[in-house]
């Protein structure tokens, strides 16, 4: 990704300059599907038991759809698993979201896609895959791989979606003390094929370690931290947050800005989801919109169908020209339209290239505060059904365990 001589540092994270993004329990952009626990990989930082053969019913799926509307508004629900691929009625599971009028993503790891089944998805309706790709997978083939060489597997993925044709491309990677140094790199990957890849997530680690000073309760009862299905032995940086990625990304990339956020349940000021949006061609990012364009995506998209934004088609995302008429109204728009319009100057030929979008979002998911409170995500889009009722996903395996969340206690 070049780095444009004009780029100029971006200011320092300031939440009240950003824009809360204004999803909430009922009301928001995603919702969280798992219609299977079994996977074909064992990701590090996986927060969920594999269960072999573990699929739902189509019926038990479908009454979780039925679940999701009459409980919340949203526009898109992640199906998600274990790996939503290995479900034998797959298929029938994105019509079922589809047919409710609610856009299917699959949240997969991709290894069980073939042109084919992707074909065969397409039709049934899906509108978008987040495929989780990253070097903790023990993945058949990719093992010892680090995230830059890993690139090369995205991109087969991404140009299969791009075959298919329509489907929003977003990748996701857990990031881990060791990994993050090469998130910049996954950035500039990302940017040299902004053409065919709509969003990157990067997932900061999370698990239950022995040197978190808590007890942990269920109820009134003391249980030892390694009967979470959720912990590890060792001592693992488990405490990353999104300020220190973005200190890492902008060493190499000043300009990087995110615009929007969401804010922690039990601390305002923390960015447990921190979104950006960037403009630009396959050879240059031309800048980061602001929380102005941000908030009428989100607000103006409501308005009109009554949901907030959560996948874009392709083709929107392609309409990077017709965003930057937005200038006049956001200073990161208007900052990216002026440093295309100075490339269009120096090289008149680039009008030919076309101008794209791409989100870029950190996830920040538990923290445990020094009073033993859990700072969750304000606004959480990865709610599941869990009982009839929709709980943290992130979380789901001590309902599972204990019937309710586990609790921290100082020592
Ligand atoms: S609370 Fe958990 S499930 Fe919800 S968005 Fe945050 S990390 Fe994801």
Redesign the pocket.
Known sequence: MKTHPESIAAPALDHRAMYRLPWNLPDNAISWLEPTSACNLACDGCYRENVAGGHKTIDEVRTEIETFKRLRNCDGISIAGGDPLLHPEIVEIVRSVADAGIKPILNTNGAALSMDLLRELKRAGVMGFTFHVDSRQGRPGWKQKNEIELNALRLEYAEMLAEAGGISCSFNSTVYEDTREQVPDLMAWAAAHIDIVQVMVFILYRQAVPQLPYDWYVGGEKIAYADLHYHEEGSRQVDMKAPDLVATIRERFPEFSPCAYLNGTEQADSF?WLLAGRIGTKQAIHGYIGPKFMETMQAGHHLFTGRYLAYAKPHLAAKGRSMLLFSPFDRGVRSAAGSYLRSLMTSPARLFDGLHYQSVMI?Q??DFLPNGYQN??DG???MTVWNGELV????LEELKQFGQWARTVPI
């Not at 943290?392 to 979380?395: P, V, Y």
């Open positions: 447990k996830i998911p538990v969750m995500c959480c889009p990865d943290w996903s992130c979380r």
